[in-house]
């Protein structure tokens, strides 16, 4: 996801905060403007505005009076808007609701420097200028900083997001009440960001110099005499040693350490080896563990520091504290970590099957040219790139030579298909975790790309340290709502109100709970802690394995069942069989995209067969990570498989379950660090554990489905059986079509809960 996107998906999830509950669904004749920026769209939006207002209802008076003041500055009714908003902040007040003060505040400020230039004829630079004076530098650090990152975003996002709505409504010439509150909204977020933006930074930066000490040139000598580059923000108050956050990054366009100085800590964003300042050799995995530690030895000798350092991130320096605990360096007290990528395990490769994006992303990590940061983003390109490699049926080793870019970094990754030493040596392996006894907290989410990561720090910490002192937080979300902010819909999926949390802020305030004594958040209350899907509630657990308390099993059943065959509670004749089979040399596929959505009306079942079961009397949910056996001939000595599972409900839709699809090489499934090959032609059985976590309420009526495929994907490694290298595999390799059969025998367990 680009930053524009991830931008745009934040910036609209901040919106929900105003949705409206109307109470009554009449509607309003309404054409949309051409665009937002057209001429025509104020006097549009204030029309629809003004036949709102008499009509409009809520029986919440905190909604009413958010959503009746957005009319009214809709309908430039300034005056009336901000009296509407000083009512609502007495109200908010006196209740002492504790709502993010950013969801608001800018709109009070605006209806507030809106009023000064209609009662007043006072400019509405200079009057929101004052407003902004007058008020912000009495917040605290926690709610000004709040401020300060929503007023950051761009203009142009409320722009695209206006632009889509009106899109969306130009096929209907008239709108429901609380689809037109909604637009107003949007349109007036786009307006008060427009008005804004020429001054909002220079007010910002004003603010932070009161409020924070920062120094960006920090530069720190590890004992290897490698230079790390760092940047450090301290509160101003209070004048004393703090606990220290670090995020140790390899993206120089990630600095969060203004976010956790205004949490109370002194927030310190430090970089891989070879960015910002340093000169070294940029080398992605291989170095983060001592550097790291290079950087905590350091903070902790500093002045403004009480000696406690938590490390924390996203992503790749979601990677760094588990690279950095190792060796336990002393000074580190906690971790707290989402979306943690585990280098072996979930990228560079999945399942023990290479990604192709693993070539784009070390491209973009390694080259300091603004040109190749800039075309990361291209997704055109690649998308190219992957199909023009994969119409070639070239080796996954030629994907460098392809672009005229050789990858050295990709190259090495390749050369290292099992979990070997390689990748051993980045991460704790085995024994290491039982070193680690600080508090760790992971959050990932049944859509997120990062849960294979993340689900393999907390399992094997709590394996071979049965005590961990490891929680998890597990949800309906993907990798940027993690990083972002809560977002309603995701991919179609409207996500139950229970699951709307701020993880960011919630990370925080568990630190805050480790680090300075203050209250542990009361979502913790046991070591897994998760939302059930479907259910609306959050759910708490002492193991993975306890999240259910049952199970039921499906075995293969080739009776036909619509489009696919049946998942049978009941055992079936072991010689029976449903055939697959794939053509690894057919490339009239190049152009397909694997589907984002995560609800439809139907499921293709592309290179793979679909296993339905009866529909279910009872309600259950399905709480936990399923497993199996498959049963099965195979004319190869290896292939790549995919499983997903899905909700089929009464009305016909299909629920994605977890996302991305459960992907493996057969050869590794039992061990991914030693390759075990099938044998071709004879029967044999494989058993396996799932990767990805899932939770949800099954109604009565719904029914199961299970989609088993072949990996043969323009974006990844193909695996064309031979036994060999698979990245030195070629299209010439494919030979015959693989050709396999799946036995009775073969059955998935699902993990249950009354």
Known sequence: MTPARIAAAFAISWLIAFTPMVVHADELEFRPPPSASDRSAPAVMRDLAIRLIPVYQDPDPDRYLANVSALQMAALNYTAANASRKTLRERRRRADVGKPVARSILFDLFARAKAMEAERQIPFAEGFTQAYRETIPKLGNHDAFAVSESIKISPAVFREAMDRAFDQQRARDSIELSAAVDLIWEYLAFEAYRSIAPFAATLDAEDNRQRYSTDRAVTIKTPTGVILSAIVVRPVAPAKPLPALLEFAIDTARNNAKEYAAHGFVGVAAYARGKMNSHAEVVAYQHDGEDARAVIDWIAHQPWSDGQVGMLGDGYSGFTPWAAAKTMPEHLKAIATSASTAPGIDLPMAGNIFQNSAYRWSLYVTNTDPSEQEAFYDDERWRALDQKWYREGARLRDLGRLNDKPNPIFVRWLNHPSYDRYWQTMIPYREEFARIKIPVLTTTGYYAGSQRGALYYFTQHTLYNPNADHTLIVGPYDDSVMQRGPMATLQSYAVDASALLDLRELRLQWLSYVLKGGPKPSLLKDRVNFEVMGANEWRSAPTLAAMATGSMRFYFDPTAVGDGHRLSQRKIPKHTFVRLTVDLKDRSDAAWTVPTEFISKSLAARNSVMFISDPFSKPFQLNGMFSGQLDFTVNKMDMD??????????????????????????????????????????????????????????????????????????????????????????????????????????????????
């Open 641 to 754: 498989l995919n499983i997903s599972l899905y909700e089929l409900l009464p009305s016909g839709d299909y629920i994605h379950l977890f996302n991305p699809t459960y992907e493996f090489r057969a050869s590794y499934e039992q061990d991914r660090a030693h390759r075990k090959l099938l044998r071709s032609g004879e029967r044999q059985q494989l058993k396996f554990v799932s990767e990805q976590l899932t939770s949800r309420q099954f109604q009565p009526g719904s029914r199961l489905v299970m989609v088993l495929g072949l990996s043969k994907r323009p974006d990844r490694e193909i695996n064309y059986g031979t036994g060999n290298d698979v990245s030195d595999e070629l299209i010439d390799d494919a030979t015959a079509p693989i050709n396999v059969r799946w036995y009775g025998g073969s059955y998935i367990d699902i993990p249950t809960t009354p």
